[in-house]
């Protein structure tokens, strides 16, 4: 087996760097030979694996959610289909949350070391893709907009800040969603298409399931023209979806779950993949179900009957 090892060294801080020695040394135990890559700006991650995915068993990546997402569209735009590591390295990390995948580096590795591939859905939409989120509006763009040295003195904060500083004037549109179980015809300050649990490092969507082929559809309903009251309401909306979930966001909260939409809005509207700048207006997103393979924890009981093994043969050299 062969694996490249790619990362980006100004995310979470820049420690990674700090680290590549040490992690090349531990997946060399487990893949042999190890080829590194530094990735030097955006977008470059995407073209490196992309070029690169098909000569290599498994591809190892270090990063936040944006990272993952890069990694993401260079495997599906290449027709590979390597196994993949992922060591959690960013500001929020969601997708690693809902994999349950240590944010610390050594029990990450301990997971790309002795985990299991297990075959996982991704959305496409207009050609681009994404692991977890696809939404827009209100806050969306602070994921993105947020300068890079202020994720790094005040982490997940920086979002909070950019999103205040940005969005607080709340602009509504319109959205038709086609698609799914209902067809939601309205105005909104947010929405969101969730493929997964977490996003912004909530556990918004605790039924969300990478591995069912569906996504979970949230619209945030606001008038067409609203006054001062109704964006507060429309704030606290928001706050409630994202503090207590998808299913408990209030009747202002238009829901719908599906494995295919067709989404019609104004073409100012901007579209979030992943926490990255997308493409804006019409769009359709697409489940996946099982495109990419990536490395998890071992089941519970895997790991309990493993553990139990261990002790057997530990107990057994010792009354040797």
Known sequence: MNCLFVYNPVSG???????????????????????????????????????????????????????????????????????????????????????????????????????????????????????????AGAFTSATYSAPQTQKKRFGRLAYGFEGLRKNMHFDVFPVRVRGGEREIDAHTVLILFINGEYVAGMHCNRRGNLRDGMVECAVVRQKENPRFFAKVRALFTIARLFLFGYRHGGRNVLRVRGSHFEIETAGSVVWNFDGEKGMPGKIAVDVLPARVNVLVPAPRKNRRKAAGESGQESGESGGE
């Open 13 to 135: 801080k820049g420690k990674t760097a700090k680290r590549e020695g040490e992690i090349v040394r531990v997946l060399g135990e487990k893949f042999g030979q190890v080829d590194v890559y530094a990735t030097q700006g955006p977008g470059e991650m995407t073209r490196v694996v992309r070029e690169r995915a098909g000569g290599y068993s498994a591809i190892v990546f270090a990063g936040g959610d944006g990272t993952f997402n890069e990694v993401l569209q260079g495997v599906c735009e290449s027709g590979a289909d390597p196994i993949l590591g992922y060591i959690p390295g960013g500001t929020v990390n969601d997708i690693a949350h809902s994999l349950h995948i240590p944010r610390n580096w050594k029990k990450a590795l301990s997971v790309i070391c002795g985990g299991h591939g297990e075959r996982l859905d991704c959305m496409c939409a207009n050609g681009k893709y994404a692991m977890y989120v696809v939404t």
